[in-house]
């Protein structure tokens, strides 16, 4: 019985039919690099186009009431960017032997807003200023406590616009538009020390006021 089970055992290596060893599993594929993408470098804005963009977030939202009209003055200087808000102003007259004088009066005698300098650069956001938005120098009224622009004026039998400001007391400014209606003014010569502002008459501020007209009031010292 011993000699048949040593007759039927053999192995493979005896045979030399050795099993081959597994086979490795293939290499995976080579991993695709995505290129990056190609990020655009914004070019650095301008002091201009800062300072356009300064202006347009202190003015806000508009608001004027009348398409075309004034809404929103900002004056530069050195102290920094200020939004001026207007003060509405009344009609009087005065006589003048055969004439008649008009004025648009505003209360208190002096503008809040102290500008620091002689020359500061003013911003309005309006379609079109001209004929519309006049940059006035204001007299001081001691006896009144207010302040006068000086109008239109009427005599023998004649009147003048009383909607604009007598030329006498318009300081001469050149203005630039920087678009969306924004537009730069700059005075043509230094302001002496007085009080000042823009102003605009009912119809041009788009303000609800009456007849006297708005003023965006500032002095210098």
């Known amino acids: 019985m011993k000699a048949i089970l040593l007759c039927c055992t053999f192995s493979f290596a005896a045979l030399g039919q050795i099993p081959p060893p597994p086979q490795a599993p293939p290499p995976p594929p080579p991993a695709v690099i995505e290129p990056a993408p190609v990020v655009a470098v914004a070019e650095p804005k301008t002091p201009d186009q800062l300072r356009r963009e300064a202006v347009l977030k202190l003015m806000g939202d508009r608001r004027a009431m009348i398409q075309g009209a004034l809404d929103g003055v900002v004056l530069v200087d050195a102290k920094g960017d200020h939004k001026i808000t207007y003060t509405p102003g009344n009609f009087s007259h005065t006589y003048a ?54 109008m239109g004026r009427s005599g023998y039998g004649s009147v003048s616009s009383v909607m604009v400001p007598d030329s006498d007391w318009t300081i001469p400014f050149t203005s ?44 210098i010292d």
């Not at 009066?105 to 300098?117: I, K, M, S, T, Y």
């Not at 020359?119 to 001081?140: E, H, M, Q, T, Y």
């Not at 302001?191 to 003023?215: N, R, T, W």
């Open 97 to 150: 032997v055969v004439t008649v004088l008009f004025y648009a009066d505003f209360p208190d005698q002096h503008a809040e807003l102290r500008v620091a300098g002689s020359a500061p650069s003013l911003w309005i956001r309006i379609d079109n200023p001209k004929g519309r938005v006049f940059l006035v120098k204001a007299k001081v009224n001691g006896g009144a406590q207010n302040r006068s622009v000086k």
């Open 176 to 219: 630039k538009e920087r678009g969306d209606g924004l537009w730069e003014l700059t005075m043509k010569e230094p302001l002496k020390p007085g009080e000042y502002g823009i102003f605009a008459s009912g119809m041009s501020s788009g303000a609800p006021v009456g007849a006297g007209g708005v003023l965006y009031d500032f002095g």
